[in-house]
């Protein structure tokens, strides 16, 4: 068993919302519906998607060009797929669009086959990039293939468990992973067993990142998030 991909619908005419919202769904993902960017900003904050439906032409102070260059400023070329929509997209629009970060584009209106056929795409490109290659934040490099971690260009000898969770945490950095999350995906969703486990492996893992160590912070009764050193 494995959780559902979540995807953010950043889209606020609230009939189209609900229908991409239904068809994501019944194809089961995980969805959450934003009518401005503002709110799915800030709601990335405590977990990042692993796919932006993103209206360029939404209300709110942010356009979605503007939502697009935000999000790819605080969280960098991560795995998360940005699918641009619009009802009418210029050559300029998409090229500005994908010079930003954006993954592809889809214009309104569009069926419900094409848009699930462009989501499954993204999500599958994503997931290829997510195992093979290596993640550097700052002086930390975990090199994924070969499953080692680099500290200032020296190699640091970390247990499975160790360098799953600082897998887990730079894969969704900067943004706080809940422990419960860390728990299921790196010891599994059968273990029997209680957060502590996490906390413990935790310490051990800050151990290691000697003067670094404060890269890996925790937010009192949710979990931990790397942030760059």
């Known amino acids: 068993m494995t959780n559902p991909k979540l995807i953010h619908i950043v889209e606020d005419d609230a009939s189209i919302a609900n229908l991409l919202k239904i068809a994501l769904t019944q ?3 995980s969805v959450t519906v934003f009518s401005n960017g503002e709110t799915m900003l800030d ?3 405590n977990k990042i998607p692993d796919l932006i439906l993103l209206d360029i032409m939404i209300e709110g102070d942010l356009d979605g060009i503007e939502v697009l260059k935000s999000f790819r400023k605080t ?3 991560n795995d998360t797929a940005i699918i641009m929509v619009s009802a009418k997209m210029q050559e300029a629009d998409k090229v500005r669009g994908l010079e930003l970060g954006a993954d592809d584009y889809i214009t309104k209106p569009f069926s419900v086959a094409e848009l699930l056929a462009r989501v499954k795409a993204n999500l599958r490109k994503n997931q290829k990039a997510k195992k093979t290659d290596n993640l550097k934040i700052g002086a930390l490099e975990l090199q994924l293939e070969k499953r080692k971690f680099f500290l200032e260009g020296n190699d640091i000898k970390l247990t499975q468990k160790e360098f799953e969770l600082l897998k887990m945490l730079a894969e969704n950095a900067p943004a706080v992973v ?3 999350a860390l728990l299921k995906t790196v010891w599994g969703y059968d273990y029997i067993g209680e957060s502590r ?4 492996h935790i310490k051990n893992l800050k151990s290691k990142l000697g003067n670094f160590k404060d890269s890996i912070l925790s937010e009192r009764g949710i979990g931990y998030k790397l942030v760059k050193p």
């Open 43 to 45: 709601e990335c904050k």
């Open 27 to 29: 194809a089961g993902y």
């Open 197 to 200: 486990t996490v906390d413990i």
């Open 75 to 77: 969280y960098g070329l």
């Open 178 to 180: 809940e422990r419960e």
